[in-house]
Each structure stands twice: as structure tokens, then as C-alpha cells.
């Protein structure tokens, strides 16, 4: 049986389509307080926010604007966001500035919407390496999960599922921030 709310959606040329949803996180990579981590320079690494959205070219770039502003309504303090070059598009970027989070987006090869206002800060290349970081969730989402293939189906259903696998793999998480 298949899911009638599932879409087919294509993650690269030359793959074939396949019927799925799309999981969204939104995690949080600044220091861990000092009360916490005592001398070590750990970066917590939680999600904060987890969605899930239908199968389309567009949702990343929809559901990363929904977080942000579901995660800091009308802040005046300056975010980041650091993303993958799928994210690098110049309506886009230019929502974030408007909405005064700094982009540090993977450049495409040719024709980046990220400029020499961002590259330009040691800060630039350090979010790059550590927005790998969001892809351990995923790999647990699917390996342990369940993620992989669901066995709900409604994405209301699935939804609540994928929040639940990022929450417990906060869950896991917990143990190596608290042992320092």
C-alpha cells in the first residue's frame, strides 16, 4: 500500500523518483554553557526544530525560513544558518539577510548567491565543517529509527514520527555533553 500524500521526488539527476516526504532539522551549534562542560570545548549538536514536508524542489528553502521563524520570532539578535550549497539561491539568501541571519551557505561552483560579506570571516569556513554535524541525525533516523522506509502513512502521522526519532536522538546525545 502506498501513501496517497507522499510524493514522488528525485535527490539527484540520474536517480530514479521515489515516493517520500521530506525531514527538516534545524540544530543548534553553539557552545555548550560552561557550566556544563566544564574545560571542554564541545558543541552541543541538538535539534531544536524538526519538520517534515511534502516531496518538492522548493520545501528545504520553505521549511528552513518556518524554523527560523518558529525558533526566534521577531528577534533582533544575529543567527547564522549554515546549510548545504542546495540553499544557495538568491531569493533565498536574500530572505535570510532581510530577516538578519548571516548565510553561511555552501557556494555553488558558479553563480553563488553567497558574496565576499560572508566568506570573508574565519566564522565562514568553521560553519562549514561543523554543518556535517546534521547529518548524524539522519543516518540515525534511518539506521535505528525507522525512518527509512515508515511503516505510517498521512503525513501527520509520519510527522510526528520523524519529531519523536530527532528528540531521542537528542536523547542519545545527552549523555557525552553531560560527561565532561
Request: proline share 5%.
Amino acid at each position: 500500500m502506498t501513501d496517497p500524500e507522499a510524493r514522488l521526488f528525485k535527490k539527484s539527476p540520474g536517480a530514479g523518483a521515489m515516493l517520500c516526504f521530506m525531514g527538516h532539522s534545524l540544530m543548534d551549534m553553539r557552545h555548550v554553557p560552561p557550566s556544563v562542560r566544564g574545560t571542554c570545548r564541545l558543541r552541543s549538536g541538538l535539534i531544536v526544530q524538526a519538520d517534515l514536508t511534502q516531496a518538492d524542489g522548493h520545501a528545504e528553502r520553505r521549511a528552513a525560513i518556518d524554523m527560523l521563524h518558529r525558533h526566534s520570532p521577531g528577534s533582533t539578535r544575529r543567527l547564522t544558518l549554515a546549510a548545504d550549497r542546495g540553499y544557495d539561491s538568491a531569493d533565498f539568501v536574500a530572505e535570510l539577510r532581510q530577516m538578519v541571519v548571516t548565510p553561511h551557505i555552501a557556494q555553488k561552483s558558479r553563480h553563488s548567491a553567497i558574496d565576499g560579506r560572508t566568506t570573508r570571516h574565519p566564522g565562514y569556513v568553521q560553519s562549514l565543517r561543523r554543518r556535517k554535524k546534521i547529518e548524524e541525525p539522519f543516518g540515525g533516523a534511518k539506521t535505528v529509527g525507522g525512518m527509512a522506509q515508515t511503516m505510517y502513512r498521512g503525513i501527520e502521522r509520519v510527522r510526528a514520527r520523524f519529531t519523536l526519532t530527532m528528540a531521542a536522538c537528542n536523547l542519545a546525545r545527552l549523555p557525552k555533553l553531560l560527561a565532561v
